[in-house]
């Protein structure tokens, strides 16, 4: 029914940038706030941004602010996340989510998860 593709991941030096999309149904953008998540090997999954249906209010996670912004085409039906000043801790595999609540945030529910991306940030 609905379906999120990760892309943008890869390999990058302390201190570089990456961009991560998350392409998505055109049902998942007319219905949900998107997320995104991480999870490094051997730790729990962790929020790090969200961006809300309508009204784009964004959220992000204390380990990223200051340093990453979300934001969402619906024409394209993707929403991405800017990465910046990238640390040796930010590596993790990278997951967008769905939420039908229609806002973001680390608490609310999300429904949908795509497969990953992996990102790797070398010191």
């Known amino acids: 029914q609905v379906q999120l593709v990760e892309s943008g991941g890869g390999l990058v030096q302390a201190g570089g940038s990456l961009r991560l999309s998350c392409a998505a149904s055109g049902r998942t953008f007319s219905r949900y706030a998107m997320g995104w998540f991480r999870q490094a090997p051997g730790k729990e999954r962790e929020f790090v941004a969200s961006?809300?249906?309508?009204?784009?209010?964004?959220y992000y996670s204390d380990s990223v602010k200051g340093r990453s912004t979300t934001s969402r085409d619906n024409t394209k039906n993707t929403v991405y996340l800017q990465m910046n000043s990238l640390k040796p801790e930010d590596t993790a595999v990278y997951y967008c989510?769905?939420?039908?609540?229609?806002?973001?945030?680390?608490?609310?529910?999300?429904?949908?998860w795509g497969q990953g991306t992996q990102v790797t940030v070398s010191s």
């Open positions: 989510a769905a939420s039908s609540t229609g806002v973001g945030g680390p608490s609310v529910l999300y429904d949908h």
């Open positions: 961006i809300g249906l309508i009204d784009r209010i964004t």
